[in-house]
């Protein structure tokens, strides 16, 4: 997920039917061209004895199919949510980007294992003036499929049109591969067909295991990219001085032009709870208008211009700097009750701080000994991609804050 599928994303929202027309129009282009491809290349390898070129056949046939999914997932990713689907089907087109890197896989290890065989026992081959012809038209129609599905990828934000653009230039390399071994048998009689057809595998299998990572990592829920998430944040930071800060940014995907997002924002504690809901409503619509982005924000309230809360602050971003120059201190609260007064505190954990969520609260603590011994200090530590492990606020703070 980054900023440029975000912006696509918004584009193709206001037209999901064209969308769906276009991808569907490219898909069957490419079932076309592939069937075309397949049966010119089966029946040279056929005709020659060539296992490199026939292999390269069925691959034809396999991005036939693959191409078939694309079509469908077009279909399928363009139905609008539903009670078993509230986030609607935009997911289906990284299902389908992952069905035809699995295509690729079985094709990849079949002309392996083949390539392998033929290298142990090599075979003469006898190449002729249509085998040539049909290594030549695969490069150049998959040449142009490469660049046809790249420019539909880019312009519709889609990752079963990037696959299959991947597909096609694994496939340009590796036609390639083949007539360069069909060059070397006919002038020199170096046979190397055996090993052009492996080094065709491993093409073929690196593209759909890369293909099949990246769609996985998006099923299971991937971290976004740092360009999107900053985007993100000097969007709200930017849009009231109003806003003081920003945390917690969470981006959920859901598939193309599907992403739902949260925030912490601070505000000043003394803005009315209306005036709150009404500025974060506010830009909640800009997002949903701007990027067809569903975004909840939530309102922190935030002390300012107190020279109490100054020093606490400083104290605090000073104790964190000493722990690790990466740490954040937020949702800063102070609450006064009968027997004591409270400090609560939010701290982020980056990934390379080893040390345990009790030894980080341990130093906060020492901190605040010596200038503040009156302050009990209520510490949530937070790791990123792990759970939060909180120190729970007495209850009777709810209810005192209610009275006042």
């Known amino acids: 997920m980054d900023l440029q599928e975000l912006k696509l994303a918004a584009q193709n929202s206001q037209d999901t039917r064209t969308r769906k027309t276009q991808g569907i129009r490219a898909a069957v282009l490419g079932i076309s061209l592939n069937i075309f491809l397949a049966v010119s290349k089966i029946l040279a390898g056929y005709l020659s004895g060539s296992v490199a070129i026939s292999a390269d056949g069925w691959n034809n046939v396999s991005d036939a199919f693959s191409s078939f999914v694309t079509m469908f997932s077009f279909v399928y990713s363009s139905k609008p949510a539903d009670k078993e ?76 049109m990037r696959a299959s653009a991947k597909d096609s230039m694994a496939d340009v390399v590796s036609t390639l591969a083949v007539l360069l071994s069909t060059i070397l048998f006919a002038i020199w009689g170096i046979n190397i067909d055996g090993l052009t057809g492996l080094i065709v595998s491993v093409f073929i299998l690196w593209s759909a295991i890369d293909i099949m990572r990246n769609m996985v990592n998006r099923l299971m829920g991937c971290h976004p990219s740092n360009e999107l998430e900053q985007h993100i944040i000097d969007e709200i930071l930017g849009s009231d001085p109003r806003i003081l800060g920003l945390h917690d940014l969470l981006l959920h995907d859901y598939g193309p032009g599907n992403m739902h997002a949260s925030a912490h924002v601070e505000v000043d504690s003394k803005l009315s709870f209306v005036s709150a809901h009404l500025l974060l409503d506010r830009i909640e619509r800009k997002f949903f208008e701007d990027y067809g982005l569903e975004i909840v924000l939530h309102a922190d309230p935030t002390t300012v211009k107190d020279p109490l809360s100054d020093q606490l602050h400083e104290l605090l971003h000073k104790t964190a700097n000493d722990i690790d120059p990466n740490l954040n201190v937020h949702d800063l609260q102070q609450f006064e009750t009968a027997d004591e007064c409270i400090l609560a505190f939010d701290v982020s954990l980056p990934d390379n701080v080893t040390q345990s969520d009790n030894e980080i609260r341990d130093k906060f603590r020492r901190s605040f000994e010596i200038t503040h011994p009156e302050l009990t200090l209520y510490i949530a530590v937070e790791r990123a991609y792990q759970t939060s492990s909180q120190e729970q606020i007495p209850d009777d703070i709810d209810l005192l804050i209610k009275e006042e």
């Not at 033929?118 to 150049?140: E, K, N, Q, V």
């Open 85 to 160: 689907h509230p986030f609607g089907h935009a997911r289906a087109e990284y299902i389908a980007s992952s069905i035809i890197a699995l295509g690729m896989l079985v094709v990849g290890l079949s002309l392996g294992r083949q390539s392998i065989q033929r290298i142990i026992t090599p075979h003469d081959l006898d190449f002729g003036i249509l085998s040539f012809l049909a290594l030549g038209i695969s490069i150049t129609v998959k040449g142009f499929l490469y660049f046809y599905y790249f420019a539909r990828a880019k312009r519709l934000g889609s990752p079963a």
